[in-house]
């Protein structure tokens, strides 16, 4: 790439992405008098919720903390209809952010960041966009999401499909016809569950491809009320100081003792958050589950036997009841009546993990041993390149030439997930090693992250310092913490995207940061006090 500058453009910061970081990180940079631009793929404001527009797509964060906490008149000014809203409902609150803060009039829509090259020289960045746009700004802000590079390529002879094919995060936006279809969806992960359970009164045929079954947590989402509506507006200066310092920025927090009870006792509880039909026996029951083998498999097991109890036949337990891996090591998620479906004569679970999918021909799916699924339409619920690739498919340069994709396809680190060492001036959100990858209801992470950003600028500006930089040693020190951390949460030993054993050839590495929320807002804001300890400001 060569190191010319001819702009179009000059910024004291760019930001790529127009979802929930990107939104809050406009805002906040635009009342410091930053000279400050969004950059965004898609035709309007959402991220995650302007892209998974797949049939089923909603919250399983309760929808009152999936919030902006930082104004109370924004929290209060909108209202949700149910616990676990859909996705068109979500899309709807994020354009109500963007009108309520007038931020469309400072983001560049339908524009992708094709590449960024950092020059030394100047401090700065040189972003060119796809449609040719060449822009010099001073800092480069990462808010892509953790979960936007999505696994779409991955059969061979996905091209001569007679049907429709479609990513489910790639969902057309004018819909899909599948009434009375011919149907099939590879992937059962939170995606493949939401399709499933959703299309299928629709579809005359529908074949769920299996590899990797899932424990699955009936969800309860009650329609909200005036007063239901009230109660959760009352509890907002509770929630806004509650959330940031839970384990995993929900508004529960593992509450029981393992050893504090009797067999009884435990299975009262675990009977009781079950019920709730919410994350909590994922994220507010035992923390033991993520480090004691047998408390993993007693906690495994209750869920096994809930869903034994809801399967009439032995060979769909055999198929769709995980057994070698625990509760909680894998996302959880919830679901409505999804393990019904698979008793409906229309519907067929096909196991692939002796009989793998071999490619798509024309007529459909084709299967290892010559079995043909013919199909008019296929579903790839396959899940994504988490954490990276939404940066490694941009041509990210830092110092000295160095390519973020070909660093990260070494050994993926992070300076808490907040930048990179090599990449001055290039700070990020929602990238590995820091909660926001994956462990986390998602609003209450970023908006900690843009906030440190926020106050790192200004900190800057303040004091005069142009450039900064994660240091090699700050770098070390913190993946090694990581490292620590994750080692001893059984989250390490399940292949999932949380390792990032879905994408061929990905170094291994606990995505999230396992320390807990709370623990990783203390660390951060300990290194902003401390005058930034781990990066060098120049
Ligand atoms: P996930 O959780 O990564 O699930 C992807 C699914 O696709 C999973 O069942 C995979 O099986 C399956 N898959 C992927 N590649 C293949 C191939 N080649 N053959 C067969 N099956 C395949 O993605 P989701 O979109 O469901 O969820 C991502 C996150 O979004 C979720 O965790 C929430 O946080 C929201 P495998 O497990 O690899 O055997």
Known sequence: ????????????????????????????????????RVYETASDVGGTWYWN???????????????????????KNWSWSQRFPDQPEIERWMHYIADELDLRRDI?????????????????????????EVIDTQ???TCCGMLSAPLQDLFPGQQDFNGSLFHTSRWPREGADLAGKRVGVVGTGATGIQVIQTIVDEVADLKVFVRTPQYAIPMKNPSYDAADVAAYKDRFEELRNTLPHTFTGFEYDFRYIWADLTAEGRREVLEEIYENGSLQLWLASFAEMFFDEDVSEEVSEFVREKMRARL????LCKMLIPEDYGFGTHRV????????????PHVTAVGLRENPISRIVPEGVLLADGT???????????????????????????????????????DIRTTMGLAVHGYPNMLTTAVPLAPSAALCNMTTCLQQQTEWISECIRYMRDNDHMVIEATREGEDAWVEHHDETADANLISKTDSWYTGSNVEGKPRRVLSYTG???????KTQEAATAGYKGFDLR
């Open 1 to 36: 790439m060569a190191n010319t500058l001819a702009a179009n453009r000059t910024l004291d910061a760019l930001i790529i992405g127009a979802g929930v970081a990107g939104l809050y990180q406009l805002h906040m940079l635009r009342e410091q008098g930053l000279d400050v």
């Open 53 to 75: 527009r797949y049939p089923g797509a909603r919250f399983d964060s309760e929808a009152y903390i999936y919030q902006y906490l930082f104004s109370e008149d924004l929290y």
């Open 108 to 132: 560049s829509f339908s524009t992708s960041v094709a590449s960024a090259e950092y020059r030394e020289d100047a401090g700065r960045w040189t972003v060119r966009t796809a449609e040719g």
């Open 139 to 141: 800092f480069l802000i």
């Open 312 to 315: 009439s036949d032995p060979e």
């Open 333 to 344: 998620p919830l679901e409505t009546n999804y393990l019904e479906v698979y008793h409906r």
């Open 372 to 410: 043909l699924h013919e199909l008019d339409v296929i579903i790839l619920a396959t899940g994504f390149d988490a954490g990276t690739g939404a940066l490694t498919r941009i041509d990210i340069r830092g110092r000295d030439g160095r390519s973020l994709k070909e660093d990260w396809s070494r």
């Open 516 to 522: 807990g929320v709370g623990t990783y807002r203390q």
